[in-house]
């Protein structure tokens, strides 16, 4: 299944994002009614809080007086984290249930409201923002909730900020408009990201890059790898394996094709045939089929093996080079990356010489091949920079 995680700050719009999904046909996981439900009467989460915060956190019927509770720990950061070690726990454990119940077909959207406070991003396929400007908030929450401006300020600043949230965003839905703009949005993003990122998951498919389009530089990839990253390191659990972001998009400033290209480090290539493969799938994140391999430096050599696997998700491609730590070809993806970032003549004819092929080699093999005598040359002049510099992967 597809797992989808949704968050935007109080008063931002989400649970109108979250009911347009549900239409649609996600399984739609509601965290802020999962917290009701583990606090309820009578629950061991109940008890726990009235244990640390006394009982005139209870309202007259036994239940739970949450804006008596509010008052306590808005405000108050220990207090709050004293309470989210009751709660997120057992909000975590219901929610991972009710996902595991769904049909292994399904898209399903986590709705949670703390969803970057409590770092849960890297562990979702995709994760949506919903973002709103301050001022429509604070309306919001005056209209629709009865909080004064203060309540709401202080609610909004015991969350993430916008900025935090970007970080963490693979989608930003803005609301600032109608309630027609925002379903529109969502209902792109489902039948043009989210269906068939699901269909590629189930059937363990890359998208691939026919025609080449060198694009303007992002500022945003370096962000864009920093969260593949972490769901790499997610998917491959507590094993501490090195990742780095290679190619043209990890060079400041250089025009590239607009795919991810991220290096894994492994122990051997058997090692990424076995767990590795299938993680790296169930992630997100399958493998090329076929055999892959880096031509050797200097020309001549034995070809240096790999294992490649994409991205599932159409709406980023991803091309992930499984190497072993310390061959040749995973040293000459660090080294080239290096030599570029330091050197702007040598990024400069890069370009040059990136463009003229795009021209005339415009698909990917073709394009990929004719750079080959370039690289070849490369690899002198960054092994020349290495030796001066003291350069070390």
């Not at 993003?189 to 026919?210: A, D, F, K, S, T």
């Not at 962000?223 to 998009?249: C, F, K, N, W």
């Not at 400041?252 to 122990?267: M, N, R, Y």
């Not at 005339?360 to 080959?372: I, L, R, S």
């Amino acid at each position: 299944m597809l797992k989808v995680g949704l968050t935007g700050g109080i008063g931002s719009g989400k649970s109108a994002v979250a009911a347009r999904f549900a239409r649609l046909g996600a399984v739609v996981v509601d965290s802020d009614r999962i917290a009701r439900e583990v606090v309820a009467p009578g629950s061991e989460g109940l008890a726990e809080i009235v244990a640390t915060f006394g009982a005139g956190v209870l309202a007259p019927d036994g239940s739970l007086d949450r804006p008596a509770l509010g008052a306590l720990v808005f405000g108050d950061e220990a207090a709050r984290r004293r309470l989210e070690a009751i709660t997120h726990p057992r909000v975590r454990a219901r929610s991972a249930e009710l996902a595991a119940a769904a049909s292994p077909e399904a898209i399903v959207v986590n709705d949670v409201p703390l969803l970057v406070e409590v770092g849960l991003a890297p562990t979702y396929h995709l994760v949506v923002v919903v973002r709103t400007a301050p001022e429509i908030r604070l309306a919001r929450l005056a209209r629709d909730r009865g909080m004064s401006r203060a309540e709401a300020e202080r609610r909004i600043a015991a969350q993430a900020d916008d900025a935090r949230r970007r970080v963490v965003a693979d989608v930003v839905l803005a609301n600032d408009a109608t309630l027609d703009d925002l379903h529109a949005a969502v209902d792109a993003l489902w039948h043009e990201r989210l269906v068939p990122y699901e269909e590629n998951l189930r059937r363990r498919r890359v998208v691939r890059v026919g025609q080449v389009r060198l694009t303007e530089p992002d500022p945003t990839w370096p962000e864009q790898y920093d969260r593949l990253a972490a769901r790499i390191r997610h998917a491959l659990g507590p094993a501490d394996v090195r990742i780095d972001h290679i190619g043209s998009t990890s060079v400041p400033g250089l025009p590239a094709k607009d795919v991810i290209d991220v290096q894994l480090a492994v122990s051997s290539l058997d090692e990424a045939d076995g767990v590795v493969a299938e993680r790296l799938a169930a992630a997100g994140f399958p493998r090329f089929p076929g055999e892959w391999w880096d031509s050797p430096r200097p020309p001549g050599g034995k070809p240096w093996p790999k294992r490649l696997h994409g991205s599932a998700d159409p709406g980023r491609p991803v091309h992930l080079h499984v190497r072993e730590a310390g061959s040749p070809g995973w040293r000459y993806a660090l080294l080239m990356r290096d030599h570029l970032r330091a050197d702007p003549e040598q990024r400069a004819a890069y370009l040059a010489m990136k463009r003229a092929v795009a021209a005339t080699a415009p698909d990917n093999v073709g394009y990929t091949t004719a750079k080959e005598p370039w690289f070849d040359e490369e690899q002198v002049r960054a092994e020349a920079w290495a030796a001066r510099t003291g350069w070390g992967p």
